[in-house]
């Protein structure tokens, strides 16, 4: 049974871009978190997800981010006009009905230049 | 929201030795979780112990939820523990962890 996977690992994108961040969860995971590591900051929540439905976006900036998690296929976490501030890793977690425990990926580590 | 707090911030130990990391947080909580995050930056689920006692090889942890703290234990200690520990709590009604931040824990040969 696979794990949470995420890609890319390692992202570099010039101030303006855009940056995509997906996350497949684990098989039979329906509940999906992003969560950001700023290196002063610690991790912190951003948003949680299911299928094709936004519970939770309390922890996300106001504008340049969205998220889905879409009827097929992975959770994308959207971040556009990158700033240098946004250079940080981003964790996607998901964990099974009726669980509350959840499972991380590996990360993607996002610099902007 | 709800704090977590960690101690001690950095321990620096010899091979061999045991140690204990621990957690205190301020409301009651519905989920607990340790990590390992690695030098590599991944995430590793140790526990998760929202109440209770679990061991898994030289690794322990106890949650008293009442008293609103965890001990997370390490014994004879190795190298490759190395790393920073993470408590995440998940507060009563929501749907989201929110981590300490961190024990920043070497072990040394």
């Known amino acids: 049974n696979a794990g949470v996977m995420q890609n890319p690992r390692h992202l570099v994108r010039r101030r303006g871009q855009e940056a995509r961040l997906r996350c497949s969860p684990m098989k039979g995971h329906s509940h999906v978190y992003w969560y950001r590591q700023l290196p002063e900051e610690g991790l912190k929540f951003m948003v949680y997800l299911q299928k094709e439905n936004i519970i939770d976006e309390s922890g996300m900036p106001k504008e340049r981010f969205s998220a889905e998690f879409p009827k097929e296929g992975p959770s994308i976490l959207r971040i556009q006009q990158v700033v240098r501030g946004d250079s940080a890793a981003y964790f996607c977690?998901?964990?099974?009905?009726?669980?509350?425990?959840?499972?991380f990926g590996p990360g993607t580590r996002l610099t902007v230049l | 929201g709800i704090q977590v707090e960690q101690s001690p911030p950095d321990l620096i130990l010899q091979e061999g030795a045991n140690s204990t990391l621990r957690c205190n947080f301020s409301?009651?909580?519905?989920?607990l979780q340790w990590f390992h995050q690695n030098p590599w930056g991944q995430l590793i689920n140790l526990f998760y112990i929202p109440s209770g006692t679990k061991q898994n090889g030289r690794l322990s942890a106890t949650t008293v939820a009442t008293e609103r703290y965890s001990l997370l234990y390490i014994s004879s200690s190795q190298t490759t523990d190395s790393g920073v520990y993470f408590c995440a709590v998940e507060r009563i009604g929501n749907n989201r962890l929110a981590f300490g931040k961190g024990n920043q824990v070497v072990v040394i040969p």
């Open positions: 409301d009651s909580v519905n989920n």
């Open positions: 977690a998901s964990s099974p009905p009726g669980s509350r425990e959840q499972f």
